[in-house]
T-cell receptor, first 113, second 115 residues
Framework: DAGVIQSPRHEVTEMGQEVTLRCKPI?????LFWYRQTMMRGLELLIYFNNNVPIDDSGMPEDRFSAKMPNASFSTLKIQPSEPRDSAVYFCASSLLVDGEQFFGPGTRLTVL | AQSVAQPEDQVNVAEGNPLTVKCTYS??????LFWYVQYPNRGLQFLLK??????LVKGSYGFEAEFNKSQTSFHLKKPSALVSDSALYFC?????????????FGAGTRLAVHP
């Protein structure tokens, strides 16, 4: 298995633009997580899915952020409109159990100018 | 409140010496505890976990961690550090928040192993 795949690896955009981050979890994993990592706030859980259904989105910072999982092999995290304070590394992770070992993707480094 | 703390921002150790990266936690019920490692420009990688059983847990790359219930700690250890162990280490605990189980990560400890 190739592991968790994320794209793009790097994204530079201007304030106000829409940004879409993509994730392909490990096949057979029922749980998918989106995290954001910054120097100031560390690693924050944004949202997680179980069998494609959003379970807990309490970490989503505001309405500008949305996440979808249309099928078991694909998820997106969208920011519209983007702001400079959204600059961070966004990780996707998947696991068999909600409190089991999570497998992280390589991350997407987002820079909003 | 349920939380996990890593009291040291950075740990410096000479190659060949033993290393310890500290972690303390606060959760209700029996804790599920994890250690992850992050190398530069990479995602987090699982090292080991404690759920129940033996208090000494062995994991990847020669790392181990000791669960201490009375001190609510789960320190990461390695008998002999390697330069290649230099990375960012995260402790995590399963916590019930808002009705959902999730992992809460500590702020991370940067380990620097010097030749």
């Amino acid at each position: 298995d190739a592991g968790v795949i994320q794209s793009p690896r790097h994204e530079v955009t201007e304030m106000g633009q829409e940004v879409t981050l993509r994730c392909k979890p490990i096949s057979g994993h029922d749980y998918l997580f989106w995290y954001r990592q910054t120097m100031m706030r560390g690693l924050e859980l944004l949202i997680y899915f179980n069998n494609n259904v959003p379970i807990d989105d309490s970490g989503m910072p505001e309405d500008r952020f949305s996440a979808k999982m249309p099928n078991a092999s694909f998820s997106t995290l969208k920011i519209q409109p983007s702001e400079p304070r959204d600059s961070a590394v966004y990780f996707c992770a998947s696991s068999l159990l909600v409190d089991g070992e999570q497998f992280f993707g390589p991350g997407t480094r987002l820079t909003v100018l | 409140a349920q939380s996990v703390a890593q009291p040291e921002d950075q740990v410096n150790v000479a190659e060949g010496n033993p290393l310890t990266v500290k972690c303390t936690y606060s959760v209700s019920g029996n804790p599920y505890l994890f250690w992850y490692v992050q190398y530069p420009n990479r995602g987090l990688q699982f090292l080991l976990k404690y759920i129940t059983g033996d208090n000494l847990v062995k994991g990847s790359y020669g790392f181990e961690a000791e669960f201490n219930k009375s001190q609510t700690s789960f320190h990461l250890k390695k008998p002999s550090a390697l330069v290649s162990d230099s990375a960012l280490y995260f402790c995590a605990v399963r916590a019930l928040s808002g009705g959902y189980n999730k992992l809460i990560f500590g702020a991370g400890t940067r380990l620097a192993v010097h030749p």
